[in-house]
Structure formats: C-alpha cells, structure tokens
C-alpha cells in the first residue's frame, strides 16, 4: 500500500453534516489506508506519491446501499420499459431469472461497478435474489469475486425467497428454497467472506428479496434471529408502490412498518430500500428504532412509483442512504446522477430550501456507511478510511461555477473522476480503472445481451 499525497484541490466535502459538510481547499494525506491529516499547503514527504487534485474537487465515496448488479446487462428491455414495479418485474426480470448464468453475472456485475467507481463510488451493497431450489452455481461468490479484482468495498445482502412468487410473470417452474437451505448458504457466504469492524471491506446481509410476501412471518423471524446470531445486518425492499402497502393490509392487517416490527425486523441494524409509501403513523416507528432508509430517486422515478417523504425521514432522526437500485429500472448506475436527482425531486415537492447539496452529499456517503454499520467510512476526516473520489471540473458544465464545491452534484450529467481510493488503494488513476479492458467488456455485454433478449 502506498503513502499518498492528494494536492491543490480547490475544495473538499467531508460528508458531514451542516457547518462541518466544507473543509475547504485542503490537501489530504492517507497512510495505511486511512487518512492521517487535512490542512492547507501540505508538503509532500519521502516516498509519499502524490496525485495531483489542482482544477479538482474531493468528495468522500458515495456508499451505494442498494443494487442489484445482475440488471447491468438488463437495461432498457422493451417490454417493461413503460411498465410499473409488477408489469416490469413480470417482464423484465422475472423470465430471466433461470437464464442468467454466472458468466452473465460476471459481465453484469463488472458493468456496474465500472460504472459506480466511475461515479466516485467506493462501498457497493449488492441485493442480489437470484436464489431457488436447484440452482447449481454459487453466485454470491462471483459477486465478491468480481468486487476483489475492482477493488470495491463490498457488501452482500443475500436475497431469496422460501414461498413460491405469486407475481404474473414469474416462472412457475421455480420452486423456492428451504429455509435450511437458505439459512446454510448465508452461514457459507459469512464464515468465508464477513469482516466486522468499522471499515469492513467485505460484508454479507441476511436480506429476503421482500418481507412481505418472499417469506412466511415465522420464516421471517427465523431469518433475523439467525443473521442476528452471525453478528450480519438485515435488509429488504419495503413499500415501493401502493399494491405492495395493499397487499400487507390485506394479508396481514397492518403496515408494512407494523409488520416488521412484529416480525424482528427492525432497529440500528435494518435498512430497507425505497419505502415511497410510509404512512404517518410508521414514521415514529422507523424514527425510534433507528431503521434506515435507501432511497432509490430515479428507479422510483423510472417506474412511476412514487416518491419518498426522505426530507422528513430526516429532520426526524431516520437513518436516510441513496441507491442506485438496479440498473433494469434506472438503466444507470451514478451516484452522482442519483444525487442530483435527489435534489431536484425533493425541492420540485417542497421549496428550494427542502434539501441542500450539503444534505444530499451527507445522505449519500456518511448515511450510507451508517445503514451499512462501516462508522470508519463515509467521512473525510482524520483517522477515518481514505474512500473519497477527486472531480476533475473539466468539463464546459463546471465552467462559470461560482461555489466548485457542489459542482459535481449540482451539475448532474456524467462526472469527470480523475482519481477514486479505496481503502487507501487507487481503484481509479486519470479516469481510467487500471487493468480494465473497457472496450473488451462492452463487447462481452453486448454479448450478454443477445442471449438474454
Ligand atoms: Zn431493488
């Protein structure tokens, strides 16, 4: 690991929140990983190299929190592209989920987390539910494999369901797994692959792909205790539309929210994705017990769901993260285009000052960390782990802008990463991914592509 010096920016965003979110232009020195010092006019020392942040501004690594990579070769498929959640899920997805074998998972995810570094992303959270009885590869483990050799912090949230899916669209042929099967593969997935600790590069999640109808309750309570008992994090997708707040009222009688909290899924340790539709009464719920959000903006966006009320998730206290979810329902995967569309959706529904680019960075970095549990990540600061990202405002957008510090966020469009650390690591040199043939993974996506049509 080499000693780095990054030098001249014009500004750096710590991720913080308020007075705290601007360091101003500071250099950043990083040593085994971590950073050890911010201050103006840091002279480089023996042996440190130095990269070179003059024209640019640094942002900590956005934290992703959730992501389905297998959907990188599954953007923009015509029949669902006007669909909502369920016309999509029974259109584009669903028919699929037998067909994608691991060598698409492996293009699939290399697509992605291309794609995220490329966006200033250093922790990706990866729901991935390609789960049933029968499947005869291990694909938890492409994943991590395919996140080593990029060099992405990683976090698994292992999907899958016990119940057979009700959806129109889904393969009928599909028999769900056992619980014990299920339960097995999380124990395999942890003891080979879960770090604890503050800056964990690899982590695994108990996460069912949804609480309410992948599993029974008992199922359900069986699943938290046992991810619980591994020392892992929970997560699911939660009240994206208005059929699935439906749904648990019909079946179960109460809220979503409810629900989870009769079941064991909820506190400090469970995050879920979306919850567009969160009736009043939840929000105290998710507010006292400290369960954190997602919020997925443009998948919402993309398939007409709705928007979530994430302004007032956190004025109350509620843990706010942003997502990319999968890039078959957003036919992208930028943080940074994900952020700017935070800030725009959110004053389009409640003034121009309902969320400031300060908060939207905020939510993004040090809110996802904090869903993730990596208290080490997501903030430049002494002591906490160097995963930041250094904007090149090279391009006619940046041009005339009086603040560089929100440039990149209150810009929008496709950023110019110069340099992105993980960990301490460069995982992006002059805006290129080292070893990363690009031209060779766009023809193996297309590839995949033509077998998945
Ligand atoms: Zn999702």
Request: proline share 5%; with cysteine; aromatic share 6%.
């Amino acid at each position: 690991m080499t000693d780095l010096l990054i030098q001249g920016a014009d500004a750096v965003m710590t991720g913080r929140a308020g007075d705290a979110a601007r360091a101003g232009a500071v250099d950043i020195r990083v040593r085994d990983g971590l950073i050890t010092d911010m201050a103006a006019g840091l002279t480089p020392a023996a042996g440190e190299e130095v990269l070179d942040a003059r024209g640019c501004v640094v942002y900590p690594g956005w934290v992703n929190t959730h992501h389905h990579l297998f959907q990188s070769v599954l953007k923009a498929v015509p029949e669902g592209i006007n669909e909502p959640l369920f016309g999509w899920l029974g259109a584009v997805p669903y028919p699929r989920l037998t067909r994608i074998r691991d060598r698409h998972l492996e293009v699939a995810a290399e697509v992605g987390l291309a794609e995220l570094l490329l966006s200033g992303t250093t922790t990706c959270a990866d729901h991935h539910y390609i789960y049933y009885g029968g499947l005869d590869s291990e694909m938890g483990d492409v994943l991590f494999e395919v996140a080593e050799r990029l060099g992405v912090r990683f976090t698994l949230c292992r999907g899958g369901a016990t119940e057979q899916g009700r959806h129109p669209g889904y393969p009928n042929d599909l028999r769900p797994e056992t619980l014990d099967q299920y339960v097995a593969d999380v124990e395999r997935l942890a003891a080979r692959y879960h770090q604890s600790g503050p800056r964990a590069l690899r982590q695994v999640v108990m996460a069912p792909t949804t609480p309410t109808f992948s599993v029974d309750p008992s199922t359900l309570r069986e699943l938290a205790r046992a991810g619980r008992a591994l020392g892992l994090r929970l997560h699911s997708h939660l009240s994206e539309t208005f059929n699935y707040v439906e749904y648990c009222r019909d079946v179960h009688r109460m809220t979503p929210v409810e629900f989870c909290g009769e079941n064991e899924w909820l506190g400090e340790d469970v995050w879920f994705a979306h919850m567009v539709h969160v009736a009043d009464s939840e929000l105290p719920i998710l507010a006292e017990t400290g369960t954190g959000i997602a919020h997925c903006p443009q998948s919402n966006c993309r398939l007409g769901s709705g928007i979530a009320r994430v302004p007032e998730m956190a004025a109350r206290g509620i843990p706010v993260s942003l997502a990319v979810d999968g890039a078959a329902s957003n036919e992208a995967a930028d943080m940074i285009q994900e952020a700017h569309t935070t800030w725009m959706i959110h004053r389009a529904l409640g003034g121009a000052d309902a969320v400031t680019v300060e908060d939207v960075i905020h939510w993004g970095t040090s809110g996802g960390a904090r869903v993730l549990g990596l208290d080490q990540v997501g903030e430049l600061a002494p002591g906490k782990a160097a995963d930041l990202a250094v904007y090149d405002l090279d391009q006619p957008r940046y041009f005339g802008m009086h603040d560089p510090a929100i440039a990149p966020v209150a810009g929008g469009g496709s950023a110019s990463v110069r340099h992105l650390l993980v960990d301490g690591r460069v995982r992006v040199r002059d805006g290129a991914i080292p070893g990363l043939d690009l031209a060779g993974l766009r023809a193996r996506a297309a590839e995949a592509v033509a077998e998945l049509y």
